[in-house]
């Protein structure tokens, strides 16, 4: 008899990152709060975990960060205020964005060491059971959510799973990589190898790893050990290939486009796609874009 995989329960959003692609804006502001239309990055990424059943929602935090706990907080001098105005749709907004009391936990990184080390501070919150992991700069616009789709292949495969997507050859330099093997259906594969930020003429793949992950606990073990790898940095992809020794991994090719926030021009294409995809902006601001292009030179 097979068991059924473990529940999700618990996701990490790692945002202890220096943001230095986004400065000025960056310096006092966490690039997790810059918004898209009207809301922070972040809150997608925890209303996208939440429409997937997590129920406990860890963020790794760093120096400057304080204003991504306030915005998860109870504002309540400005809900009481908007409550007795009757201004309930806004009040209503607001008590619906954040996690119920005690189901956000923050720890902080302490030093910015890269991605693994921010994964590992996590681990004492997570315990021994799989967990997701989410980037929140990279923005994924899907229905249903990537993590949803992550966590119904993950139901069905168990293991660790990596979301996957395909990017032009000539940047695979900026991503980690994922070689394929087996085919389980159209959408879900076999990882045999993964690298972070190979050469172009050495990746196995343009199949980069999109920001989601569903993973086992045991990849703690091997981020308590992990050296610094590229840029210097203490890599998850290090860590997840010696698992893979270990482990099966699933590449899973989410139905979505990914919007990366922590570039510029990734975060003004999530601000257009977003403001095109709302009803009550998009008939406004259709024409003024429309506009700006024809009069816009390159
Ligand atoms: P990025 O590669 O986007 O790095 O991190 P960054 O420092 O945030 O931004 P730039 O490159 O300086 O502009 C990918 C993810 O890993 C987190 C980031 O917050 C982001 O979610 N991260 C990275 C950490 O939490 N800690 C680190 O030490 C590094």
Request: hydrophobic share 40%; aromatic share 8%; net charge negative.
């Given at each position: 008899?097979?068991?059924?995989?473990?529940?999700?329960?618990?996701?990490?959003?790692?945002?202890?990152?220096?943001?230095?692609?986004?400065?000025?804006a960056?310096k006092?502001?966490?690039?997790?709060?810059?918004?898209?239309?009207?809301?922070?990055?972040?809150?997608y990424?925890?209303?996208?975990?939440?429409?997937?059943?997590?129920?406990?929602f860890?963020?790794?935090?760093?120096?400057?960060?304080?204003?991504?706990e306030?915005?998860?907080?109870?504002?309540?001098?400005?809900e009481?205020?908007l409550?007795?105005?009757?201004?309930?749709?806004?009040?209503?907004?607001l008590?619906g964005s954040r996690?119920p009391?005690?189901?956000?936990?923050?720890v902080?990184?302490?030093?910015?060491?890269?991605l693994?080390?921010?994964v590992?501070?996590?681990?004492?919150?997570?315990?021994?059971?799989?967990?997701?992991?989410?980037?929140?700069d990279?923005?994924?616009?899907?229905?249903?959510g990537?993590?949803?789709?992550?966590?119904?292949t993950?139901?069905?495969r168990?293991?660790?799973?990596?979301?996957?997507?395909e990017?032009?050859h000539?940047?695979v330099?900026?991503y980690g990589?994922?070689?394929?093997?087996?085919?389980?259906?159209?959408?879900?594969?076999?990882i045999?190898?993964?690298?972070?930020?190979?050469?172009?003429?050495d990746?196995?793949?343009?199949?980069?790893?999109?920001?989601r992950?569903?993973?086992?606990?045991?990849?703690?073990a091997?981020?308590e050990?992990?050296?610094?790898?590229?840029?210097?940095?203490i890599?998850?992809?290090?860590?997840m290939?010696?698992?893979?020794?270990?482990?099966?991994?699933?590449?899973?090719?989410?139905?979505?486009?990914?919007?990366?926030?922590?570039d510029?021009?990734?975060?003004?294409?999530?601000?257009?796609?977003?403001?095109?995809?709302?009803?009550?902006?998009a008939?406004?601001?259709?024409?003024?874009?429309?506009?700006?292009?024809?009069?816009?030179?390159?």
């Amino acid at each position: 008899m097979t068991t059924a995989p473990r529940k999700i329960r618990k996701i990490v959003f790692p945002v202890a990152g220096l943001g230095t692609r986004f400065l000025p804006a960056t310096k006092v502001i966490p690039k997790e709060m810059l918004t898209v239309v009207d809301k922070p990055v972040i809150q997608y990424a925890v209303e996208e975990a939440i429409e997937a059943g997590i129920e406990h929602f860890v963020f790794v935090t760093g120096r400057g960060k304080g204003a991504i706990e306030d915005h998860f907080d109870m504002a309540f001098e400005l809900e009481s205020t908007l409550k007795a105005r009757g201004k309930t749709a806004s009040f209503e907004m607001l008590e619906g964005s954040r996690p119920p009391a005690g189901a956000a936990s923050f720890v902080r990184q302490q030093e910015p060491l890269g991605l693994g080390h921010a994964v590992w501070c996590a681990r004492e919150i997570i315990g021994a059971e799989p967990f997701a992991l989410s980037l929140p700069d990279m923005l994924i616009q899907s229905k249903p959510g990537c993590m949803a789709q992550m966590i119904e292949t993950y139901n069905a495969r168990g293991g660790n799973v990596v979301a996957v997507e395909e990017v032009p050859h000539e940047h695979v330099n900026r991503y980690g990589v994922c070689a394929l093997g087996e085919t389980f259906n159209e959408r879900t594969h076999a990882i045999t190898g993964m690298v972070e930020k190979p050469k172009i003429e050495d990746a196995p793949s343009n199949l980069i790893i999109s920001g989601r992950y569903i993973l086992q606990p045991e990849i703690f073990a091997h981020l308590e050990k992990q050296k610094p790898g590229a840029g210097g940095e203490i890599q998850l992809t290090d860590s997840m290939i010696s698992l893979l020794g270990e482990q099966n991994f699933s590449a899973y090719k989410f139905d979505g486009t990914t919007y990366d926030c922590g570039d510029k021009v990734g975060y003004l294409s999530a601000n257009v796609a977003y403001a095109l995809d709302r009803p009550d902006l998009a008939p406004a601001f259709r024409p003024i874009l429309d506009r700006l292009t024809k009069s816009s030179h390159p």
